[in-house]
């Protein structure tokens, strides 16, 4: 079993820069694929981004293309998420999770932090 848990949000205004990290312990994230969800109040947990075991394949949303970079630190078992150029519309709950594959549904995944809160102000 792997427990994350996720740091890094904050207030920041739109086109500002965030850097979200999720710490794993428990298990080494060598043996999950990580994902980046977030959820806006009223809305659905949606995929962001999300890196595959090894590092060789990510995945983003079309909406965070060219903006947001997932990446592992493997010896510190932690994840990032860069989000620069931020919008107001991506103030959400940011989850960290680990699955086995990478997938983009949330039940594809077995582990989650408690989030972290992401606020974008216009």
């Known amino acids: 079993q792997v427990q994350l848990v996720e740091s890094g949000g904050g207030l920041v205004q739109a086109g500002g820069s965030l850097r979200l990290s999720c710490a794993a312990s428990g298990r080494t994230i060598r043996d999950y694929a990580m994902g980046w969800f977030r959820q806006a109040p009223g809305k659905e947990r949606e995929l962001v981004a999300a890196i595959s075991r090894r590092g060789a394949s990510t995945y983003y949303a079309d909406s965070v293309k060219g903006r947001f970079t997932i990446s592992r630190g493997n010896a510190k078992n932690t994840v990032f998420l860069q989000m620069n150029s931020v919008k107001p519309e991506e103030t959400a709950l940011y989850y960290c999770?680990?699955?086995?594959?990478?997938?983009?549904?949330?039940?594809?995944?077995?582990?989650w932090g408690q989030g972290t809160q992401v606020t974008v102000s216009s």
């Open positions: 999770a680990a699955g086995p594959v990478l997938e983009t549904s949330p039940g594809n995944y077995d582990y």
